[in-house]
T-cell receptor
Framework: AQSVTQPDIHITVSEGASLELRCNYSYGATPYLFWYVQSPGQGLQLLLKYFSGDTLVQGIKGFEAEFKRSQSSFNLRKPSVHWSDAAEYFCAAVLIQGAQKLVFGQGTRLTINP | DGGITQSPKYLFRKEGQNVTLSCEQNLNHDAMYWYRQDPGQGLRLIYYSQIVNDFQKGDIAEGYSVSREKKESFPLTVTSAQKNPTAFYLC???????????FGPGTRLTVL
């Protein structure tokens, strides 16, 4: 079945530390990939996206993600987190060309220690 | 500014009543979506519409209904048949080529 998996339900890092949130997908071809962030009680904001080309994509708020075809992964990274990065992060994908639906991962909740 | 608006932000209803959640977009997107989000869970697709006067059921359509009479509007009705309607509801619209979705601020529905 087509799916997007975020293995970590909850991650805690210290302010200033580096961050990596994992995302894996199951599908044969190259999907369209997205990372969204959600603050409590708010909608989702798009951080970055990958359609084709350069496998390292830059997003807003200092985030980046790398598409690795061999590992079916699209991990989100940030070199140094800020307290304001505390939120829920969702990975999502269009797994079939022309598909009308996004497939979402279950989300990773990020907590920042001062 | 272009965007998606959802109203109201908070909604309270008595059990057994139907309630309609509003979603409006001025992004000129053809496609619109409704999702349900429960605490600690991801997003589940309720209904989506690719074009005016057409819509399809998502993964959890039972107990919900929608209409798409205008490109800008995609209201969701939570009917009395929905067994557990208390949740956070998110509306989205998308660019059709890559299905890049843009989200509204959400409506939190509480059924008393």
């Amino acid at each position: 079945a087509q799916s997007v998996t975020q293995p970590d339900i909850h991650i805690t890092v210290s302010e200033g530390a580096s961050l990596e949130l994992r995302c894996n997908y199951s599908y044969g071809a190259t999907p369209y990939l997205f990372w969204y962030v959600q603050s409590p009680g708010q909608g989702l904001q798009l951080l970055l996206k990958y359609f084709s080309g350069d496998t390292l994509v830059q997003g807003i708020k200092g985030f980046e993600a790398e598409f690795k075809r061999s590992q079916s992964s699209f991990n989100l990274r940030k070199p140094s987190v800020h307290w304001s990065d505390a939120a829920e992060y969702f990975c999502a994908a269009v797994l079939i060309q022309g598909a009308q639906k996004l497939v979402f991962g279950q989300g990773t909740r990020l907590t920042i220690n001062p | 500014d272009g965007g998606i608006t959802q109203s109201p932000k908070y909604l309270f209803r008595k059990e057994g009543q139907n309630v309609t959640l509003s979603c409006e977009q001025n992004l000129n997107h053809d496609a619109m979506y409704w999702y349900r989000q429960d605490p600690g869970q991801g997003l589940r697709l309720i209904y989506y519409s690719q074009i005016v006067n057409d819509f399809q059921k998502g993964d959890i359509a039972e107990g919900y209904s929608v209409s798409r009479e205008k490109k800008e509007s995609f209201p969701l009705t939570v009917t009395s048949a929905q067994k557990n309607p208390t949740a956070f509801y998110l509306c989205a619209s998308s660019i059709p080529q890559y299905n890049e979705q843009f989200f509204g601020p959400g409506t939190r529905l509480t059924v008393l």
